[in-house]
């Protein structure tokens, strides 16, 4: 792809979800997430295979059709209250439009069917984009709207995205899918907690965004792309492989890494507000996905390929490993002592 049009869309993303986090208007919600629509379809497209031209269709159909129905629901509210702030949305019929528009854009069960096919079909790098960059925007929206959405909707969404994030991704071979079952599963545990304590929505985000960031980074530095190369890319670069099996260890919830602390405190807090089968249910579903966890990180790091195996085996990475790589790994890691901080601060 020609660098100035690379920076043109790279540009777009960063003044599309900018627009959207900042402003009060429906309208002018609605024009930066159009804005990030438009930019990321080259960025998916880009390498002109069948598969990737698949993903970028779907991916727009998707988007417009959520966009459509965001707008819509805005302009129902506006009709009965007079309001255009993102933060009045009183209306009921516009609250269950709007949950539907965000979770189309999020993925979330029962409109998570795009995801994990237009991940698949995207670059790494893009791929890292649309599970982390491209749902800010969305999740700042509910954010503002959290006191206005449906429980009772938003709970049930959030126990059934954590049970088909986990049931789905136990059958895949190719890396990318079972990382966008995981982000549909985390996305589950993001919902359920949204209108109790929306900044601990946030700070789950933001931390799911750093684990993701390290894994997709190095799944692109040891070029991984499912589970049989990722069991012969020891060779290359074995102390990456390592970082990669810990990181993928504290994605899953594991204590004493970083991934443990957003799940203890929506555990917690949904004992607080009295919904401990909710919290009971999501906790147990975690398991599902532990299990598909566990076995990246096996083959990752500690399972050898049988012999002999089809796939040649490389001795040097084609590029060196970035600091970002080592810094985001390490903050996915090691972070749960800073637990009190991050606790002061939600």
């Known amino acids: 792809?020609?660098?100035?049009?690379?920076?043109?869309?790279?540009?777009?993303?960063?003044?599309?979800?900018?627009?959207?986090?900042?402003?009060?208007?429906?309208?002018?919600?609605?024009?930066?997430?159009?804005?990030?629509?438009?930019?990321?379809?080259?960025?998916?497209?880009?390498?002109?295979?069948?598969?990737?031209?698949?993903?970028?269709?779907?991916?727009?159909?998707?988007?417009?059709?959520?966009?459509?129905?965001?707008?819509?629901?805005?302009?129902?509210?506006?009709?009965?209250?007079?309001?255009?702030?993102?933060?009045?949305?009183?209306?009921?019929?516009?609250?269950?439009?709007?949950?539907?528009?965000?979770?189309?854009?999020?993925?979330?069960?029962?409109?998570?069917?795009?995801?994990?096919?237009?991940?698949?079909?995207?670059?790494?790098?893009?791929?890292?984009?649309?599970?982390?960059?491209?749902?800010?925007?969305?999740?700042?929206?509910?954010?503002?709207?959290?006191?206005?959405?449906?429980?009772?909707?938003?709970?049930?969404?959030?126990?059934?995205?954590?049970?088909?994030?986990?049931?789905?991704?136990?059958?895949?071979?190719?890396?990318?899918?079972?990382?966008?079952?995981?982000?549909?599963?985390?996305?589950?545990?993001?919902?359920?907690?949204?209108?109790?304590n929306p900044k601990l929505t946030l700070a789950t985000f933001y931390i799911y965004c750093t684990m993701t960031g390290a894994i997709f980074l190095t799944l692109n530095t040891t070029k991984s792309f499912k589970l049989s190369t990722m069991m012969t890319s020891w060779t290359k670069t074995p102390v990456l492989n390592t970082t990669l099996m810990m990181t993928l260890l504290s994605l899953a919830g594991l204590p004493p890494l970083t991934g443990f602390l957003p799940k203890?405190?929506?555990?917690q807090e949904l004992s607080k507000q009295e919904m401990t089968a909710p919290a009971t249910i999501i906790a147990i579903l975690s398991l599902l996905s532990l299990f598909f966890y566990l076995r990246l990180a096996y083959y990752s790091t500690i399972t050898l390929p049988p012999n002999p195996t089809n796939l040649m085996k490389q001795w040097h990475a084609n590029k060196p490993a970035s600091t970002l790589i080592a810094a985001l790994s390490s903050m996915s890691t090691l972070l749960l002592p800073l637990s009190p901080m991050i606790l002061a601060l939600i």
Do not use: C
């Open 264 to 267: 203890w405190l929506i555990i």
């Open 1 to 196: 792809m020609n660098p100035y049009a690379k920076l043109t869309f790279s540009l777009s993303l960063v003044l599309g979800t900018t627009i959207t986090i900042s402003s009060n208007h429906w309208v002018a919600a609605w024009t930066g997430l159009e804005i990030n629509t438009l930019a990321i379809i080259p960025l998916i497209s880009k390498s002109h295979h069948p598969r990737a031209i698949e993903a970028a269709i779907k991916y727009f159909l998707v988007q417009a059709a959520a966009s459509t129905l965001l707008l819509f629901s805005s302009m129902i509210n506006a009709w009965h209250t007079g309001q255009w702030d993102i933060t009045q949305l009183s209306h009921p019929t516009s609250s269950l439009l709007l949950t539907a528009a965000i979770a189309m854009k999020l993925g979330l069960v029962p409109f998570h069917f795009w995801f994990p096919e237009v991940l698949q079909g995207s670059p790494l790098i893009t791929a890292l984009l649309l599970s982390t960059v491209m749902k800010f925007p969305p999740i700042t929206i509910l954010f503002l709207t959290s006191h206005s959405l449906n429980p009772t909707l938003l709970a049930t969404m959030a126990i059934a995205s954590a049970a088909l994030g986990g049931w789905m991704g136990l059958n895949q071979t190719q890396i990318r899918k079972v990382l966008a079952f995981s982000s549909i599963s985390h996305l589950g545990w993001m919902s359920i907690v949204l209108i109790y």
